[in-house]
């Protein structure tokens, strides 16, 4: 009598989770890894965490959550490790993934660590979220999480954002950019024109998130050192007049198929009295009690649909997919400024965008799983 073959159980999808980086955010990035590796679902997805120090290595690093987590006043790093972590082509029963991990060392054979179905990546700032690792994986052929390169060299650039947000009818507030050449050409030119815009004005690298390099400056003397300092992490610079309003946030996230964009409920942040005069890395990442959210925020029932909507024609803007979180500021006399879109934004425990998800109804652990639903259900290359 012949046994009937069992069946094996359907593989679990293969989720490798990227966090590090080479940029100023690396301690940002590990610190969302620790609230991903957290909360992800380990009975629907085998994951593989891998780490990216600074020198650009990849390595294969625990899944514990702790040690990408901020303790104290202590920012977690990815180390450098004797073996690397690559990408070959696959072969055997995970020759459907199209890609495997080897693990490599000196002297040693490569070893494989098996297909990957899907990346998420947590990289924040330069060499993760402009667009150059998203070229690396379309290249790679492997899909993965939130938008692809145009949008997200778009989204990184402050200054290209400004220009592709005006083009789409979106309302952005005077700013002046100053590239390195021009910098080092006639500083006092640029001095001139930033000035221009009047007092107060925020410095910053055009190509950097988490408040890094950013100086908020009062009066003209103070504009050279803040330029110097935005330069040491971007040579572009973004010089914005300051705006009197509301800092008003929305979370949105790509509709299923060709469904709109989905929008949260909007977010107000209001800074605590205290050490920080504007929402800082401190506040943002550190000080857990100098910030509070407000969801939904205090707007007329009007201003929630308008602003709800002008994200979804942010996101539409710029081609995002996947994930993004688009920044307002809401004026004394109405109006609706567009300030930015970061379409990686955070996933920390006091993140803005998860927190705007779970205020309008999908938690944590569920936003994660739709993420990967909606990346593992999207081809890789022109779309």
């Not at 600074?54 to 959550?65: E, H």
């Not at 910053?204 to 935005?230: D, F, H, T, W, Y």
């Not at 040579?235 to 709109?260: C, F, M, S, W």
């Amino acid at each position: 009598m012949n046994t009937p073959a069992v069946a094996a159980p359907p593989r679990k999808p293969r989720v490798l989770v990227l966090f590090g980086g080479r940029s100023s955010e690396h301690a940002v990035s590990c610190v969302t890894a620790a609230g991903v590796l957290q909360a992800i679902d380990r009975q629907k997805y085998d994951v593989v965490p891998v780490g990216i120090a600074r020198n650009g290595q990849w390595s294969l690093v625990a899944a514990d959550p702790a040690l990408w987590s901020l303790r104290s006043d202590t920012l977690p790093e990815v180390p450098a490790s004797p073996e690397s972590v690559v990408m070959g082509t696959a072969s055997g029963p995970d020759a459907a993934a199209g890609q495997e991990l080897l693990v490599t060392a000196p002297n040693s054979v490569p070893r494989s660590l098996g297909g990957v179905d899907v990346v998420l990546p947590l990289l924040h700032g330069p060499f993760g979220e402009d667009g150059t690792l998203q070229g690396m994986l379309e290249m790679a052929d492997i899909r993965y999480v939130g938008a692809g390169v145009l949008a997200s060299a778009v989204g990184m650039d402050k200054h290209f954002m400004k220009v592709v947000f005006a083009g789409a009818g979106l309302d952005v507030g005077p700013y002046e950019v100053f590239t390195d050449r021009q910098w080092r050409g006639n500083a006092a030119a640029c001095l001139e024109r930033a000035a221009a815009l009047g007092f107060p004005v925020f410095v910053k690298p055009a190509r950097a998130g988490s408040s890094m390099g950013i100086s908020r400056v009062e009066r003209v003397e103070e504009l050279a050192a803040a330029v110097e300092l935005a330069r040491t992490f971007d040579p572009k610079v973004i010089v914005e007049a300051g705006i009197v309003g509301r800092e008003i946030e929305v979370a949105v996230l790509q509709g299923r198929g060709t469904a709109d964009p989905r929008t949260s409920l909007p977010g107000e942040v209001a800074v605590q009295p205290g050490d920080h005069e504007w929402y800082d890395f401190e506040a943002k990442y550190v000080d857990g009690g100098a910030a509070e959210l407000s969801c939904p925020a205090d707007l007329p029932d009007d201003v929630t649909a308008r602003v709800r909507t002008l994200a979804g024609q942010a996101f539409d803007a710029v081609g995002a997919e996947g994930l993004s979180r688009v920044d307002f500021f809401y004026t004394p006399s109405g109006e609706l400024l567009i300030n930015e879109i970061n379409t990686l934004p955070g996933f920390t425990p006091i993140s803005m965008y998860p927190q705007m998800w779970a205020k309008s109804g999908l938690g944590y652990t569920d936003l994660i799983d739709e993420l990967i639903g909606l990346a593992l259900s999207r081809n890789t290359g022109l779309r």
